[in-house]
Structure formats: structure tokens, C-alpha cells
């Protein structure tokens, strides 16, 4: 049985996991960032930071930045000049000498308008750490609206989080997993453990930071403990299921269909691949292989309830599938597009938004699917129980098989 469920699943656990660890400790990751510089050698023993590195402001408000050296210049001086990239939201801060005395110097921005740019530090004569001197600047409208976007997170975060009880608590009740589809368990599987090891080695693995710094020198590194918790947390959910599916009432035909078997091991196979090419060509990073694995579970994301869609379908009822699970998923989602579009008015950034198929598309995909779980339930089947006249169905990846779900003439069960 367990064989039957989770060979995909449990494939893509194991895989994944020691390809992390493997990333983690190889000899072939190597610190990419240097301070060296071959002009004289002084910037060696020598660093200049900007800080904070990261600050959101409302607009007509100045942010005063600290320039900090360490080291000796042995006696020279550095010409500093500075660079708004992005947006003209702040005057750009005047030029400055930084010498030896003293070693911190204020510089201070003035906003003048909304939306994201970075401050970037050029020195002269330059050095290598010089191109990692920069500071993100956020400039809003209004502070007010960025609570209420933050208000938006909670409330989403929360609604995602609980949405993952009701179909555990659901199967219980029933005691049964009949119509309820071993493919979605199966993508969720493949797809929240490549989204938590993805998460996991950019927070966690100081040689992966390092490349990721590496691919873009002039950003901020954004992924936060609760960006690994979440997915951990619903690998758990997935775990519940699985176990679930092996001690509860199944169909005698009801297992992972063979397309889902073959599209878990393509992306496997592709996951394999790039484990190949890391360590033998030259131009791929480690962290190129977590994003691969965050585009997998993009691919999962796009694909992951049109099984569970496919056996509503056939059976005519939604009698295995929690409708409040659905429900809560769809205000996550709801709230979540509404913060993002919040935001994007706050900070006059609509580009980002429209540029960002991976957010928005799958958002409003997540979000169809949801409004069709909804018209299955309340419309088309609501309230139909699976029948014995249709239990005669096509198995949830192809073939037409009989009694895919074993059921009886069980009483309707109220959905959770």
C-alpha cells in the first residue's frame, strides 16, 4: 500500500534532501566574494559598509546612512561618489572623501517621490568589495496603507495555515479517503519539500548566500524563518495525509495514476540532471539548482488540483474533498492579491507587479480552481453523495477501471 501511495513522494524526500546537504558541504562551493584587488593591495586589510542596508521611508522624510571604514588606507583618501539605481525617489547624496579620521561618515537622502531604487557607493580608486556598498530604499505614500497591507499578511498567512486542518479532520470524521485524490497528495509531496529545501539552503547555508549574492550583487536576500516553516509545516499536512490513506476505508483502484507517476519522474529526472551539471560545468552554482527546484514547485503549484477537479467530476460528488479547506485557500489567496496590489499602489510599482508571472499567475490560478471546487460543491453535485451507479469511472490517470473508490451505500456524510 505504501508502495503503491508514496513512491513518488517519498523518492523526491529522500532525493532532495541529500542533494541540499550534499550542496551544503562539497568542496566545489567556494566563497565567491573577495575583498582582493590586484591595484596595491591595501583594500585587502580594508571594507567599507553602508548601513542600514535596507530602509522604507515615506516620502519628504531624510534617512541618515552610516558610511563605515575599517582597515588603514595608509595614508590616502577614497573619493566617494554615490548612485540612485531604479526610481528617482531621493537627491542623490553629494560626493565625499573618506580618509582614515574618522572612520564613520553620515550621509544623509532626502525623498522627493514613491517607489523602490537602490544606493549604490562608488569609490575612486576602486576596489573590489566596493561593488557590494549599497542600500535598498523603499519610499511609500503612506504608512497607513502599509499596515493595512501587513494587517493583509497575518490574515492571509493565518487562513493558508488553517487550511490545511479541515481535510485532515474531514477524513477522520469519515473515516475514509475514498474521492479524494492520491495525485494532489502526490504533488503536494514534490512540491512543498522542493519549495522548503529551496528556502532552506538560502537561509541556512552560508556558501549558497554567497552565490546568490554573486548572481545579484545588489539586492537583499528576503527569505525569513516562517518561509521555511511554512512549507515544513505542510510537508507535515501531506505526511497526515498519507498516513491517513493507508489506515482509513480506500478504493480498491483508487492509487497514484500512471500520468502522475511519469510527470513526478520527469521532474525528478530533470531535478537529477542539474545535480549532474553543478559540479561539472563551470558557469552553474549551487544555488541555480535551488531554483530549479523552486521552479518545480511552480510546475506543481500549476498543476496540483486539476486531479482532485478530474475526480469530483467523475464521481459526481465532492464528498471526499473538504469544501472549508478550499474556502480558507481562497481567502488566503484573495487577501494575498490584495495586499500585493496595496502595496503596488503604495510604492507607484505596478511594474513589478505585472512582471511577475510567478505571484500573480499563479495566484489567480490557485484562486479559478478554488472558485470551480466552490461551484462543484454548491452547484453541481451539492450535496451528492458517491453512488454505487457511479462508481464505474475512469481511474484517476487513464484506463477505465470499476469501483475506483470500493464504495457502499453509505449514508451522505456532511462535508467539514
Given amino acids: 500500500m505504501w508502495r503503491q501511495l508514496w513512491n513518488p513522494v517519498g523518492t523526491s524526500l529522500v532525493l532532495l534532501t541529500v542533494v541540499v546537504v550534499t550542496a551544503a558541504v562539497t568542496p566545489l562551493i567556494t566563497n565567491n566574494v573577495v575583498n582582493g584587488d590586484e591595484d596595491g593591495g591595501t583594500d585587502e586589510k580594508i571594507s567599507l559598509t553602508l548601513r542600514p542596508q535596507e530602509v522604507t521611508l515615506q516620502s519628504g522624510e531624510d ?14 583618501c577614497l573619493n566617494v561618489s554615490f548612485e540612485l539605481d531604479g526610481k528617482p525617489v531621493a537627491t542623490t547624496p553629494p560626493p565625499m572623501l573618506v580618509c582614515d579620521s574618522p572612520d564613520s561618515y553620515p550621509v544623509v537622502l532626502h525623498t522627493t517621490s514613491y517607489g523602490h531604487a537602490t544606493l ?20 511609500m505614500k503612506k504608512r497607513a496603507i502599509t499596515t493595512t497591507a501587513d494587517v493583509l499578511g497575518w490574515l492571509y498567512t493565518i487562513a493558508w495555515n488553517i487550511s ?19 495525485d494532489y497528495i502526490t504533488f503536494c509531496g514534490i512540491g512543498f519539500s522542493c519549495y522548503f529545501l529551496f528556502n532552506m539552503g538560502l537561509l541556512w547555508i552560508p556558501s549558497i548566500q554567497d552565490q546568490y549574492y554573486q548572481r ?4 537583499v536576500l528576503h527569505v525569513r524563518l516562517n518561509d521555511v516553516i511554512f512549507p515544513l509545516y505542510a510537508s507535515l499536512y501531506v505526511v497526515s495525509l498519507g498516513i491517513q490513506c493507508c489506515i482509513y476505508e480506500r478504493g480498491d483502484k483508487q492509487r497514484v495514476s500512471t500520468p502522475c ?21 563551470d558557469k552553474l552554482l549551487w544555488v541555480d539548482f535551488l531554483y530549479w527546484l523552486s521552479y518545480i514547485s511552480l510546475v506543481i503549484t500549476a498543476i496540483k ?83 454505487k451507479e457511479d462508481e464505474e469511472i475512469v481511474k484517476e490517470g487513464g484506463d477505465k477501471d470499476k469501483d ?6 453509505n449514508e451522505a456524510i456532511t462535508h467539514m
Avoid at 534617512?63 to 590616502?76: A, E, M, V, Y
Avoid at 510527470?263 to 542539474?274: G, P, R, T
Wanted: net charge neutral; hydrophobic share 45%.
Fill in 63 to 76: 534617512q541618515t546612512f552610516n558610511l563605515t571604514l575599517r582597515g588603514d588606507l595608509q595614508g590616502q
Fill in 120 to 139: 549604490i557607493v562608488h569609490t575612486d580608486p576602486p576596489f573590489n568589495a566596493s561593488k557590494d556598498i549599497f542600500s535598498t530604499v523603499s519610499v
Fill in 164 to 182: 490545511f486542518l479541515p481535510q485532515i479532520v474531514h477524513n477522520w470524521r469519515r473515516k475514509s479517503v475514498i474521492g479524494l485524490s492520491f
Fill in 216 to 219: 545579484h550583487p545588489l539586492t
Fill in 261 to 281: 507517476m511519469i510527470i513526478s519522474s520527469l521532474l525528478l529526472l530533470s531535478a537529477v540532471i542539474w545535480l549532474i551539471l553543478v559540479p561539472t560545468v
Fill in 305 to 387: 488540483y486539476t486531479p482532485q477537479m478530474y475526480v469530483n467530476c467523475k464521481l459526481r460528488s465532492t464528498e471526499g474533498w473538504s469544501i472549508w479547506q478550499v474556502i480558507l485557500d481562497l481567502a488566503g489567496g484573495t487577501l494575498s492579491l490584495l495586499q500585493m496590489f496595496l502595496l503596488a499602489a503604495n510604492y507607484d510599482d505596478w511594474i513589478s507587479v505585472l512582471t511577475d508571472p510567478s505571484k500573480l499567475g499563479m495566484g489567480l490560478l490557485s484562486m479559478l480552481f478554488n472558485i470551480f471546487f466552490i461551484m462543484q460543491h454548491y452547484c453541481l453535485y451539492r450535496g451528492a453523495p458517491v453512488k
Fill in 404 to 409: 475506483i473508490n470500493n464504495c457502499y451505500d
